[in-house]
């Protein structure tokens, strides 16, 4: 069974700092561009950062760009997003999905075939 599971999520309080995870099962991510999505309340999924399956060639939305960094454990069979200097704009439930990619304005949630059940983000004081 393929399943996309994300954890790490939680509340922080401005200026903090979380490290999401995004373990796969029953299938191999190393394979796969893996993406992280958010979704704020009323707002739509937006892109956040991507992976690529190959040399590992990163993507990021201008709003975190400097702040958050994708990696990759293929050992683990896991991605991770380390977000630092977190604001409260970054509150949102967090998804990781596998097997889409990007293009110049950012990766397409439509394109991407398996999605985790996501990860609440609370960043507040």
């Known amino acids: 069974q393929v399943q996309l599971v994300e954890s790490g999520g939680g509340l922080v309080q401005p200026g903090g700092s979380l490290r999401l995870s995004c373990a796969a099962s029953?299938?191999?991510?190393?394979?796969?561009?893996i993406g992280w999505f958010r979704q704020a309340p009323g707002k739509e999924r937006e892109g956040v950062s991507c992976?690529?399956?190959?040399?590992?060639?990163?993507y990021y939305a201008d709003s975190v760009k400097g702040r958050f960094t994708i990696s990759r454990d293929n050992a683990k069979n896991t991605v991770y997003l380390h977000m630092n200097s977190l604001k409260p704009g970054h509150t949102a439930v967090y998804y990781c999905?596998?097997?889409?990619?990007?293009?110049?304005?950012?990766?397409?949630?439509?394109?991407?075939?398996?999605w985790g059940q996501g990860t609440q983000v609370t960043v507040s004081s």
């Open positions: 999905a596998a097997g889409g990619g990007w293009g110049p304005s950012g990766p397409n949630p439509d394109e991407y075939d398996y």
């Open positions: 029953g299938f191999t991510l190393d394979y796969y561009v």
């Open positions: 992976i690529s399956s190959s040399d590992g060639t990163t």
